[in-house]
């Protein structure tokens, strides 16, 4: 190298110097370079540290081969269900099955249906081409200390070995008196008795009679089953 290029190359270096040591930079809380004028040797030193890793982050080349996501993505979660911390619910053993005379116990009652007679007597005459199946049935409060009211008239059917499955009469037409009555209020160790006065066909028979749940849109499924 010639002296005179010595020369230009030692005036480049100075210039250099000059302007770093008039310049730091330093970078704001939202990421933004800010650059300040200072005098301070270890704030050039610093600043050209911070310059350095300030690069865009485009020039830093992407790494080669798939990238796993098992660090970023969160651990699958086992929603829980109602097994597992509920019992397994119990078979269903379905109604109560009883012959005639038999007694049912359940929900605070004891009802016996003492007899259920095909083409009975009632206190007027059946349709024509129909006879009378008159129950005696007898519904006696078991609790201790509690009135409860006696099934309604829509709790009772007869159920016939063809499937038809009928109510019993109400007012029209007129059952056996005294009549079973329905809805009424029974004191603890009470009981009342009377007659379900029911009209079928008279080719018909009688297969059972059901107590069953009153729903309010309809016949709920049978509790008791006299057959």
Known sequence: MTTAAQAVWADRQVFLQRDLEAFTATLTRD????????????????????????????????????????????????TPTAADGSPSPTEDQGPARLKIGQTFTGAGWKVTVYSAKFDGQADSEPDKGKVWVPADVKICNATTGESLPTPSWSSWQLKTTDDYQLQPADITPKPRQPALPY??????????????TFELDK?????????????LFGPGPAIAIWG
């Open 31 to 78: 990421g933004r370079l800010r650059v300040m004028k200072t005098r301070s040797p270890s704030a050039v030193a610093a600043a050209a540290v911070l310059l350095a890793g300030c690069g865009n982050s485009a020039d830093t080349p992407a790494p080669r081969g798939p990238v796993s996501q098992a660090s970023s993505a969160a651990p699958a979660t086992r």
């Open 203 to 215: 080719g018909s028979r009688i297969k059972e009679i059901r107590l069953i749940e009153d729903q």
């Open 183 to 196: 809805s009424a209020t029974v004191l603890p160790k009470d009981c009342v008795r009377g007659w379900l």
